[in-house]
């Protein structure tokens, strides 16, 4: 047996003995003893974790205690006014009926306070109590709803959901029936639609990151792929641009995605684009926006390098190649660069020419400030939002729709948006935007005088 499941089983008896003991406090006398001997049975189906009763319990007091002070704070501004005899108008009037919110611990029983206006001659302008931490009719919280585009991501069909949720929650998980999620569908494709047509001509982006997914749910075409385009803002911001179903070494492909942007209004182009080598996207860049440079991604770059070495001599090489775009400017990385090449170039010629056909493009983060250079030098926060979803090894038998996978990554990406860190040295991008030049990451000074 292993140590970690000795360690959650001691952690389920001191969960157990915990809960017995504070039960024990509220039942007078010796009666609460009893409750040592007490075994609940459990349905065939069903499972009873006693810790994560303890924090589903624990939850449940804090959201009481948390609408309690927003319904304290409601009445405190409507203290001032009263009645015509002297009695303030608004008072407490019970509760309203107990419902259950699924969340990410399972379902837990709120109940929300229900305000009174004793002011009936004005029914139109009646004020009412409504929390903004649970509001009316809300069911389920949003981390339940980012769930459900992940889980249709791994393969899970809509059908399905009725079946895993439960499982993953609790038995009191309800709401989650085929129509249930089909309806959450047809919503988030409306949203799409809208965000599809929204026009451009006001945006601006200093870099942008370009890449092709895949996942372990199949598309239509099994050789299909979400093409994903990432920009910063001059603010520092990054937001999804766009992004198209195609094939990712297609040019046609990334050319109807490009071209879709430019119509509606995305003209100023980028300063520096970021992607793979191995993608289409290159070639229709130079003929949409010609003045954009060109960054090779350093983790595609590597793992494209080591799978033309063998495994023994990987973790060297790995190293080496790491001293070329960690050296301090483009001098020392071009020295580190010809040392590869003349290392590893007799033996492992298709490796060492896989890193020289790209010297200039996976260099060209040196010419941009040197706070910036570890967001320009790969597509991570491509990367980084598909790490769980994408496709690994082996494809699941579930087949995603063209419309149900552009939905359910639209829902992905926006809401891993919410989370995206900003670029640091904000303050240089308006240079970069100007067209400021830098020199290994420094600002090039040019005096003024020497130029007259």
């Not at 959650?8 to 009666?31: F, H, M, Q, Y």
């Not at 459900?148 to 949720?165: A, E, T």
Request: a positive charge; glycine letters at 8%.
């Amino acid at each position: 047996m292993g140590q970690s499941t000795l360690a959650s089983r001691r952690l389920e008896r001191i969960a157990g003995k915990l809960a017995r003991s504070v039960l024990r406090g509220l039942i007078p006398g010796n009666w609460g003893r009893l409750l040592d001997n007490v075994t609940e049975l459990v349905q065939p189906g069903e499972f009873k974790d006693q810790l994560t009763e303890i924090l589903r319990q624990g939850a449940r007091n804090l959201v009481l205690q948390a609408v309690e002070a927003e319904f304290a704070s409601f009445l405190q501004s409507h203290e001032h006014e009263e009645m015509e005899d002297g009695r303030k108008r608004i008072v407490r009037h019970g509760h309203l009926p107990e419902r259950k919110v699924i969340t990410g611990i399972g379902a837990i029983p709120v109940k929300v306070p229900r305000s009174r206006d004793r002011k009936l001659s004005d029914k139109e302008n009646t004020v009412r109590f409504v929390s903004q931490l649970l509001p009316p009719y809300v069911r389920r919280s949003k981390s339940i709803e980012v769930a459900i585009p992940y889980l249709y991501l791994k393969g899970i069909s809509s059908g399905d959901f009725s079946q895993v949720m439960p499982v993953l929650l609790g038995k009191d998980a309800v709401g989650f029936s085929a129509d249930t999620v089909l309806r959450l569908r047809t919503a988030w494709k409306e949203e799409l639609n809208h965000w599809n047509k929204r026009r451009l001509d006001s945006r601006n982006y200093v870099y942008i990151w370009a890449d092709g997914i895949y996942f372990q749910a199949r598309m239509e075409d099994d050789k299909q792929c979400m093409l994903v385009i990432i920009g910063a803002t001059p603010e520092g911001k990054k937001e999804l641009i766009g992004f198209l179903d195609g094939y990712r070494e297609s040019t046609q492909s990334w050319r109807e995605l490009l071209l879709d942007l430019k119509a509606r209004g995305l003209d100023v182009p980028p300063k520096l684009a970021i992607g793979d080598g191995a993608m289409g996207f290159w070639g229709v860049l130079d003929e949409v926006w010609p003045q954009t440079c060109h960054q090779r991604c350093w983790v595609h770059k590597t793992a494209n390098i080591l799978n033309k070495m063998p495994k023994s001599i990987q973790g060297k090489a790995k190293q080496d190649i790491h001293n070329i775009w960690k050296a301090e400017g483009k001098e020392d990385a071009n020295k580190a660069f010809d040392l590869f090449l003349d290392k590893y170039g007799v033996k492992y010629e298709q490796a060492a020419h896989c890193l020289a056909k790209d010297r200039q493009e996976l260099l060209a983060f040196y010419d941009f400030p040197a706070e910036h250079w570890k967001h320009i030098r790969t597509t991570n926060p491509i990367e980084s939002t598909f790490a769980t979803v994408r496709h690994r090894t082996k494809r699941s038998k579930g087949c995603l729709s063209r419309e149900t996978a552009l939905i359910m990554v639209f829902k992905l990406i926006k809401t891993a948006e919410k989370a995206w860190r900003r670029l640091d040295g904000k303050n240089q991008l308006p240079k970069v935007i100007t067209g400021v030049k830098f020199c290994d990451g420094y600002e090039v000074m040019i005096n003024k005088a020497i130029a007259a």
